[in-house]
């Protein structure tokens, strides 16, 4: 960096240190590494653009492990007790857990392992093992054995094939399911797969308790001669003849009619055959789920409605290509056609990650190209086609060695991460337009195109833009450690960007000057150029002049326009106030697809539950951009990762149900999904209420999904305390303007039949409990008998005991069911106690060790943004008090301590609340780092401030940009916020680096500063207008447009003010500035700056002239006559005034019309 050395006169030249830049430049201008190592950085590129796997958004590890334990008979609360309590403290103390929750039901609990973000799922599922092997000793007596599942992202599936059929039963369907998955099981790289369907086949032995009690048999008898003669095993092995022979004994039931001839025993000396006492049957049980197809307005044939359908659901091994996957698995299903899935069946592609990805990476890909097109036209036409030549191949370059580095990091190509290059863009080209620019600069100045002067170009502005470039990455990097979901789900942008500014800067620094030598220009085109500089740059000194002149010299003028700059700043900041600019995490993505979840009240029978879900179905597939529906009804659909997060898996009781929705392409349809989520909201919500259901209406999560947008946790002293203030926050969220899908773990409530055994009867038939479980459980609970090997199939079926469902619907036809018993053969159930009806308990949520319940919700309206319906609810519970008495707890943050009644906010907000503290904290680092790296270089304190100054002013283009787009203040908006930090440093490092030099050789402050803005002015707005390219490009995202608009309009704004704010800082600090505090106009040493002037220095106007200050007077040798104004002059001294603010406000419009007219014309 130079100094100021205060001498008015230019010094002798010195010979210079090339520097790192110049020694670079050196290196590779002239030797053949430079054509060998842009081939083989090309290459590289390439081989990463090939070899990066592809998918739709960045693989977040998340491990969760479901613990499940049964524990018969008892109720929620001794589960909780004995069962849950025990785990979770066990869970709680594994390094990496994040959360234990668990939900204990009557009989069973289920605890979920929540690890940290970016843990990985092996050790995490060891740890839990281990965990429970080493103390089963804390599982109580009498409950089973614990079932461990582990879901991770690894275990979404990201294809699902429906197959449907009109003509084909369920049961059919599922057999030609199995058949399919095995063969797409073999394409490589497929992982985790299942199949979900409806009622399958089976061997069906439908038992009659009456007939049973006519020969005095118990079901036990019927099932164990079944279960006994359905077996097969290899029964030793003989010799002889010289052979060894295995021999086999029994044998396997091949059809119904072998199971009907079965003798089930003997009653007065007779047989009695299994078909005497039950019917059996092959086809469909008795359905526990339903899963259908149908079509909507968009289908293109013929209309199907409530098809039979199953859905076969496959996901990707870790680190493969989802596209590449996806392809080979849909060139399998349709080879399959015609001979493993019949005519009359159909296949459909009911969701399909692998396109969705292509397709997104391939539009931002042509975005890509389109950004980089616009940016090279953009030098075009600014700096001529040779310098256009040179960023036309240094910026594909970047992009490659960035794809490169994102390979070898492990980063997908996804959206987030082509976002990160297309914010690149804008910023990688920098360095290389000021090295080009300098370089054709020097070449005009000196009339020649030599080697020597273009290294000593490259030299000139090496420091500065190393040290630019190195405030860009610390702006950027320390938003790599965000936390969270949201931190890995953005990562790649603070990566990706942070490698192509490394190497950017590498390229200008090597490979631009090779290029520029081979596109050098000869000297009549360099005649031209110069004299158009010329022009440029007069025009641009005499616009400064008028400009910046009256802000330093006119006290009035200069606090005028820094007045205007505050009042503009928190004008900006009143937008967040009146809530013309909403703030959200992340607005809805455009997706194809969305689900509407079905909850009916608890007991609701499945039939009930199947007509609500094929009302609300019919009503959506009105919608003319639907083109397929898939109901769920009493099992889960294939999840998401939003549905893992939720534990959609687990939707498997009759009275939930779920429709898939698919849209027509987002390519093909005007209405956004969103758009199109809330029309089917207004479309269902009167059918839903009508059959009493709760809908929620889930569209695919922008970022990392949550149990809901607006969640609270219910905390308090008592399961009745925690119900109360539940079931009246429900009624606050149902009556905010500003939430709708109100749901919560309420359960409604519904009786159970429980059959109580009169202890006294039942001791005197020697009979226990356990023997009317177990024959009540074979009768009524559909009892597995073993496999079914019918012949002509290679699939086995299993085979159930059961009574028929015409007996199961009333229990008063099981009065006469047998039960075995050791002193009178049978004794009858009607003699042993009787069915009563009971109401069910509630099941028990904790999270964390505390006892919780939830009432959650999505948003809607303007300020569709949960923070203002959770603002909007705390204002309705102002004056609510609990029933502990006391007023409701309200935690943002923590959750409550002790056991008051309290809510904690959760969902959206907890990720948004870490997001922004994280970011704002990485903010607050960048600044720090900028500050340390401005502060090296420039060796003081004053001039890094007022080189940050404009940082905080991009918010005045920020905040009204996002006003006029109507667009939220995202996290995405704040990532352009941060990032720009380092671009505007960038342009202000140029300008003060290039005055100090010239002040160094000898120019006056002013003058140094005026001659900086005239000089890098062109660098510092064609590089501006790189960015706001590139930036134009991702507002058309509905996700990222937050960050493009950041970009767009703060480097627009601050790009001004950094031309006129910097200069009227360096004036004021002048002292830091140059410490020999050179005259503003003739070199003269001064100590006190003029700026801002004090106010004894009168103003003395001359016709024609400049208005002059007190200092410039003694400095000419003319004492300033001190002008006074009493009485009649008052007036005199207000037109003075008014003339003179007039005249120069009519000079600065007219110099500011004329520099955006003719800034770039040729």
């Not at 990688?428 to 000196?446: A, F, H």
């Not at 000079?1147 to 955006?1156: I, K």
Request: with cysteine.
């Amino acid at each position: 960096m130079s100094t100021c050395n205060g001498s008015p006169t230019p010094q002798a030249p010195e010979k210079k240190s090339l520097g790192l830049a110049g020694s670079i430049a050196r290196i590779f201008i002239n030797s053949p590494l430079a054509p060998l190592s842009l081939v083989v950085l090309l290459a590289a590129g390439i081989l990463g653009l090939v070899s990066t796997p592809r998918a739709s958004n960045p693989q977040i590890s998340v491990p969760m492990v479901d613990i499940f334990v049964p524990y018969p008979g008892h109720s929620p609360g001794e589960v909780a007790r004995m069962v849950a309590d025990p785990l979770q403290q066990l869970m709680s103390e594994l390094p990496g857990v994040r959360h234990v929750y668990s939900v204990s039901n009557q009989g069973e609990a289920m605890v979920t392992v929540r690890f940290e973000v970016g843990e990985h799922m092996a050790p995490a599922l060891v740890a839990v093992y281990n965990k429970l092997a080493a103390n089963m000793d804390r599982i109580p007596v009498g409950a089973g054995k614990p079932l461990v599942r582990a879901k991770g992202i690894n275990s979404v599936p990201f294809m699902t094939f429906t197959l449907w059929s009109e003509s084909v039963g369920p049961g059919t369907l599922d057999e030609i399911a199995q058949s399919v998955l095995k063969r797409l099981k073999e394409v490589p790289d497929t992982g985790e797969s299942f199949i979900v369907h409806g009622a399958t086949d089976a061997l069906n032995i439908d038992v009659q308790p009456s007939r049973l009690a006519a020969y005095d048999l118990p079901p036990q008898a019927v099932a164990e001669v079944v279960r006994s003669a359905n077996q097969e095993s290899q029964s030793g092995s003989a010799e002889g003849n010289n052979q060894h022979l295995a021999i086999l004994s029994g044998g396997f039931l091949r059809s119904p009619r072998q199971v009907e001839n079965l003798v089930v025993g003997v009653f007065h000396g007779a047989p009695v055959y299994l078909s005497q006492v039950a019917s059996v049957h092959y086809g469909p049980i008795a359905p526990h789920s339903l899963v259908t197809y149908s079509t909507g307005a968009a289908h293109r044939g013929e209309p199907i409605h409530n098809a039979p359908a199953v859905t076969i659901a496959l996901a990707k091994t870790a680190g493969s290509n989802a596209v590449s996957v996806a392809e080979a698995l849909i060139a399998r299903i349709h080879s399959l056609e015609g001979s493993v899935i019949p005519e009359n069946v159909h296949v459909s592609i009911t969701r399909d990650d692998g396109k969705t990805a292509n397709d997104k990476v391939n539009s931002l890909l042509f975005k890509l190209l389109v950004a980089t097109a616009a940016v090279s036209a953009l030098i075009f036409l600014t700096l001529g086609w040779r310098a256009a030549a040179v960023v036309v191949i240094t910026i594909p370059l970047i992009l490659l060695i960035t794809v490169f580095a994102a390979w070898l990091l492990g980063i997908t190509i996804n959206r987030v991460s082509l976002f990160g290059l297309i914010f690149s863009i804008g910023i990688l080209v920098d360095d290389s337009i000021v090295i080009v620019e300098n370089v054709y600069r020097r070449w005009l100045q000196e009339n020649n195109t030599s080697t020597e002067t273009l290294i000593d170009a490259v030299r000139e502005v090496g420091n500065p833009t190393i040290l630019a470039t190195f405030t860009v990455i610390a702006a950027l990097l320390p938003m790599g450690f965000v936390g969270g979901m949201m931190g890995p789900y953005m990562a790649p942008i603070p990566v990706l960007g942070s490698v192509a500014m490394l190497s950017s800067l590498l390229i200008a620094f090597a490979l631009a000057p090779w290029l520029i030598v081979r596109f050098k220009p000869n000297l009549r085109v360099l005649e031209k150029m110069h004299h158009r500089e010329a022009r440029q740059a007069a025009w641009l000194r005499k616009f400064f002049a008028q400009t910046l002149i009256p802000l330093v010299r006119r006290k009035l003028y200069g606090r005028l326009f820094l007045a205007g700059i505050v009042v503009a700043f928190f004008g900006s900041l009143a937008l967040f106030v009146v809530e013309w600019v909403p703030f959200t995490m992340l607005p809805h993505d455009n997706s194809d697809e969305f689900d509407v979840v079905v909850n009916m009240p608890a007991g609701t029978a499945l039939a009930d539950t199947a007509n609500a879900t094929y009302a609300i179905e019919e009503r959506l597939r009105g919608m003319r951009d639907v083109v397929a529906l898939q109901s769920y009804v009493g099992t889960p659909e294939p999840y998401d990762f939003n549905g893992m997060v939720r534990h959609y898996y687990l939707r498997n009781q009759p009275w939930q149900a779920m429709i898939h929705v698919q849209l027509v392409d987002s390519g093909d349809r005007s209405a956004s999904s969103s758009t199109l989520a809330k029309e089917a909201r207004r479309r269902i919500e009167a059918v839903a209420q009508s059959w009493g259901a709760r809908l929620q209406v889930v569209q695919t999560p922008p970022g990392p999904p949550v149990l809901a947008p607006v969640v609270a946790e219910v905390y308090g002293p008592s399961a009745a305390v925690r119900d109360a203030v539940a079931k009246h926050l429900t009624t606050v969220f149902e009556h905010s303007r500003n939430l709708t899908d109100v749901n919560n773990t309420l359960m409604a409530p519904h009786d159970l039949l429980a059959f109580r055994v009169d202890a006294t009867r039942a001791g005197m038939a020697g009979i226990s409990n356990a023997t009317v479980n177990d024959t009540l459980a074979l009768v009524m609970g559909g009892y597995e008998l073993g496999d079914f090997h019918p012949y002509g199939q290679t699939l086995a079926v299993p085979i159930f005991l059961q009574a028929p469902l015409y007996l199961r619907s009333n229990v008063q036809n099981l009065a006469n069911l047998p039960i075995p018993s050791p002193h009178y053969g049978v004794v009858p159930l009607y003699s042993l106690g009787n069915f009563q009806r009971v109401p069910a308990e509630a099941p028990i949520y904790q999270q964390d060790l505390r006892p919780v319940q939830y009432v959650m919700a999505d948003t809607q309206g303007r300020l569709d943004a949960p923070l203002y319906g959770m603002l909007e609810v705390q204002s309705a519970l102002r004056h609510y008090l609990a029933p502990t008495g006391k007023a409701l707890g309200i935690d943002w943050i923590s959750q409550p301590s002790g056991d008051r009644a309290a809510i904690k906010w959760g969902g959206a907000w907890t990720v948004t609340y870490t997001t922004f503290r994280d970011m704002g904290a990485a903010f607050l680092v960048a600044l720090v780092l900028i500050y340390m790296l401005v502060v090296w270089e420039f060796g003081n304190f004053i001039i890094p401030a007022i080189i940050m100054v404009p940082i905080p002013l991009t918010l005045i283009g920020i905040l009204p940009g996002h006003w006029l787009f109507g667009a939220s203040f995202t996290a995405t908006s704040m990532i352009g916020f941060i990032a720009l930090a380092g671009i505007i440093v960038r342009n202000s490092i140029l300008l003060v680096d290039y005055s100090q030099q010239r002040v160094a050789e000898g120019y006056p402050v002013l003058d140094a500063l005026i001659e900086a803005c005239a000089t890098r002015t062109r660098p510092i707005v064609i590089t501006a207008l790189a960015l706001m390219l590139g930036s134009a490009e991702i507002i058309t995202s509905p996700i990222f447009r937050g960050m493009g608009i950041s970009l767009l309009f703060g480097v627009m704004v601050s790009t001004i003010l950094t031309l006129l704010v910097i200069p009227m800082g360096c004036v004021s600090g002048r002292r830091a500035f140059c410490p020999a505090s050179i005259d503003l106009d003739n070199g003269t040493m001064r100590g006190k700056p003029p700026f801002p002037m004090s106010r004894r220095n009168w103003i003395v106007v001359h016709p024609g002239e400049m208005p002059l200050t007190r200092s410039e007077k003694v400095d000419s040798g003319t004492r300033p006559q001190r002008t006074k104004h009493r009485g009649g002059n008052g007036f005199a001294l207000l037109s003075l005034i008014w003339h003179s603010l007039w005249e120069d406000l009519r000079a600065f419009v007219t110099a500011w019309r004329r520099f955006l007219t003719r800034l770039f014309t040729k």
